[in-house]
């Protein structure tokens, strides 16, 4: 199992709204994805930087509109520790959430090759909408505030006890061209929020 979080040095020259993004490979199989980009001379290049075409955590705005990050202004470093079994990382975002969210962190920790957590922790300027948003390329299987996703040789299993809704749709592609499934889990929430998700990944 392999975790990377991501994040940017101050006033990057060049980086995409995807600060706080994790993406998970199981044994070098890409299955929680960053999609890359495409070719600038392609009208696509200029969605797929979008915040929500990664694995973050969003607000929802008035009109279902998904606000993207702001620019790198000061450096947004994740930091950590760990060894061969074991990590905790931590990132604050709450500078490319800057007037959008008061205050955003994002939490992995894992204690061993089959689990780990994403805590998002924050506060909105009033109560509102969040979306947790995940990529993959085949849709999962939701069950209540569970989905299933089957890849070769692994299910992984994400539980979201503090979702009101979770849906997904085919949206956009990736660096390939390739279709990509974006799983979506939504919640009214207070100003203060808490979201803890869990991750199951199983050989089969």
């Given amino acids: 199992m392999r ?50 075409l990664h694995n973050v955590l969003t607000p929802v705005l008035p009109g279902e509109i998904f606000p993207n990050q702001l620019p790198v202004e000061a450096a947004v470093i994740p930091e950590g520790e760990g060894d061969d079994r074991r990590l905790r990382a931590r990132i604050d975002l709450s500078s490319v959430w800057r007037g959008i969210m008061r205050s955003c962190t994002r939490e992995l920790a894992a204690d061993s090759f089959n689990e780990f957590t994403v805590t998002d922790a924050g506060e909105l300027p009033a109560p509102g909408t969040l979306s947790f948003h995940l990529q993959t390329r085949v849709p999962w299987e939701i069950s209540g505030r569970e989905a299933v996703l089957r890849v070769p040789g692994w299910e992984v299993r994400v539980s979201l006890p503090w979702a009101d809704t979770l849906t997904q749709r085919e ?11 974006h799983f979506e889990a939504r919640v009214a929430s207070p100003a203060q929020f808490r979201l803890v998700t869990q991750f199951t990944c199983t050989p089969r």
Avoid: M, N
């Avoid at 940017?8 to 995807?18: N, P, Q, R, V």
């Avoid at 994805?33 to 930087?49: A, E, I």
């Fill in 3 to 52: 975790l990377h979080l991501a994040g940017a040095k101050a006033l990057a020259s060049h980086t995409h709204f995807d600060k706080g993004c994790f993406t998970l490979e199981l044994d070098r199989l890409p299955v929680l994805l960053d999609r890359g980009q495409v070719r600038y001379d392609d009208l696509r290049s200029y969605t797929l930087k979008r915040t929500e």
């Fill in 171 to 181: 949206d956009s592609i990736d660096f390939e061209f390739q279709p990509v499934w």
